[in-house]
């Protein structure tokens, strides 16, 4: 009886170790597929928006936005627009300075310091990248609509939809490396996307964007996020930041 449950034992252990490697691999073939889809997007969409050929769906759908009979009213009662600008201020830089280091505050005191220097890198360089862009492409704010909030930069890709989804889903992406429960990475992203895609739809619904900029800067930001997922990864696996912590609850 007992060789048997041997034998049990070690087939579950096996059957739980593949599973996992499944899974692994399934997170980082979804992680490429996101990187080099996002790049291809942002070149695609880059050469389009340089052409003027997306110039009539982006005034089309900030007009959609816009009470027809007062272009400087947002659709909706006044609370929704209030909404709007506290949701576009959760891409503002004082806010991701603030949730960064607070993140980078949990991993320290975690003990994963290596992470935290990892992710102390990987999120300024992200910010770094969405301004160098924008002063490459150097595209005019919208003048269909009056702004709704202030402006101080060029327009394309959007630098609160870009920095919000290098911030949120890069911090994220990391966080889920040093994080067995599955609920909690689950959670971890499903809470990334939703805060960068309020913050985009935000700043097209403030008049301050093009509905083309948000969507270069979703793809931007999400490929840097996969990018440093896999590299993060990568270090990990030859030992250079630190792994999952085990735990009852894990993949």
């Not at 087939?11 to 996992?20: E, I, N, Q, T």
């Not at 002063?135 to 704010?141: A, K, L, N, T, V």
Request: proline share 4%.
């Amino acid at each position: 009886m007992k060789h048997h449950e041997k034998i049990r034992h070690v087939g579950h252990k096996s059957f739980s170790l593949l599973a996992r490697l499944g899974r692994h691999e399934i997170a980082m073939l979804l992680c490429v597929a996101v990187l080099s889809g996002g790049i291809w997007g942002f070149v695609t969409l880059a050469d389009e928006v340089i052409e003027g050929d997306t110039q009539t769906i982006d005034e089309s759908l900030l007009l959609a936005l816009r009470n027809p009979a007062d272009l400087s009213d947002p659709i909706g009662p006044g609370w929704v627009e209030e909404m709007g600008r506290d949701f576009t201020a959760l891409g503002g830089v004082g806010v991701l300075v603030l949730i960064t280091l607070g993140a980078l505050g949990y991993l320290l005191l975690a003990g994963r310091y290596r992470a935290a220097l990892f992710a102390a890198i990987a999120v300024p360089g992200g910010i770094l990248l969405s301004t160098v862009m924008k002063i490459g492409f150097d595209r005019p704010r919208p003048d269909l609509v009056p702004h709704e909030a202030m402006v101080y930069t060029a327009s394309f890709p959007s630098g609160h939809s870009m920095m919000s989804a290098v911030t949120y889903l890069t911090l994220a992406a990391l966080l889920t490396r040093v994080q067995p429960a599955l609920r909690l990475k689950a959670y971890l992203l499903i809470l990334a996307i939703l805060l960068t895609l309020l913050v985009g739809v935000s700043r097209v619904y403030l008049g301050v964007h093009w509905p083309t900029d948000v969507l270069a800067g979703w793809t931007a930001g999400a490929s840097w996020a996969a990018l440093c997922w896999i590299v993060m990864r990568w270090m990990q696996r030859h030992g250079q930041v630190e792994t999952e912590v085990s735990g009852s609850d894990t993949e």
